[in-house]
């Protein structure tokens, strides 16, 4: 009976998330924004999440012209759909509205190789790309066993090992991609001007200011501060009611 129940729950939650969505689209389609932001961010609150709401969400406050939230919410989409052209272009155009203009500076060495290799593709990916792998193995394996001719045998037994190498290379470019992905803790800037300090005291000198809409890393907090480092590699101590995580 309980999981009749259960069931039944689950069903008018998902409709009720489902209205709630299309409700949120024909208020974006009318320019209420306001009212939409409302409808996406209770599926939100429901605890149901999705690239298409947090995309929806982004574009209404897109529309609005608050940069922080936007940014906040293209960044929630990707981490989502991370192969999502469009989640990547409309992130762009929503970075161009912050004030912060901040350098990139490419890492060297044979961290960045490997990173810039793994990072081509999701960790989910790269484990399809495994199995995908596997499969060509096991094709291989089996003209091996069945070929009678020793040319062909020495193809598909070469093939074979070629195709593990692919197996191994694809799972260990996963779990590297996945624990480059949770090390990293990404933020947005919310407040509209924020003074980022030496130390983490307010007594501390302003090191620099950073404006809404500027993306950080987190490298550690004490109390109600977070170190952080932007892309220029410039670090310092900010207050984190100033920053949302976005993971």
């Not at 009749?4 to 024909?26: D, H, M, P, T």
């Not at 609150?45 to 995309?55: L, N, R």
């Not at 350098?103 to 190789?113: A, H, Y």
Request: charged share 25%.
């Amino acid at each position: 009976m309980k999981k009749v129940v259960y069931i039944f729950l689950l069903i008018f939650q998902v409709s009720l998330a489902q209205n709630a969505f299309e409700q949120g689209n024909q208020y974006y389609q009318k320019e209420n924004y306001q009212a939409a932001i409302e409808r996406f961010e209770s599926i939100i609150q429901s605890g149901k999440q999705s690239a298409e709401v947090y995309f929806n969400l982004g574009n209404c406050y897109y529309k609005l012209h608050k940069v922080a939230p936007a940014v906040y919410n293209y960044e929630k989409a990707l981490l989502l759909s991370p192969n999502d052209n469009e989640i990547k272009t409309n992130l762009e155009f929503a970075r161009k509205m912050a004030i912060d203009d901040i350098k990139i500076i490419p890492k060297v060495g044979f961290d960045k190789l490997l990173s810039d290799f793994t990072s081509r593709y999701y960790y989910d990916t790269w484990a399809w790309i495994a199995v995908g792998f596997a499969f060509l193995s096991l094709f291989f394996f089996i003209g091996y066993y069945f070929s009678e001719r020793t040319y062909l045998k020495r193809i598909f037994f070469f093939g074979m090992f070629v195709w593990i190498f692919g197996i191994c290379l694809s799972i260990a470019s996963g779990f590297y991609e996945k624990s480059r992905m949770e090390n990293e803790r990404p933020a947005i800037v919310f407040a509209e001007i924020a003074p980022v300090k030496s130390e983490p005291k307010a007594t501390s000198a302003d090191a620099f200011v950073l404006h809404e809409g500027t993306k950080v890393y987190i490298l550690e907090s004490i109390a109600n501060w977070k170190k952080i480092e932007l892309t220029d590699e410039t670090t310092g101590w900010i207050n984190e009611d100033a920053i949302k995580e976005i993971k």
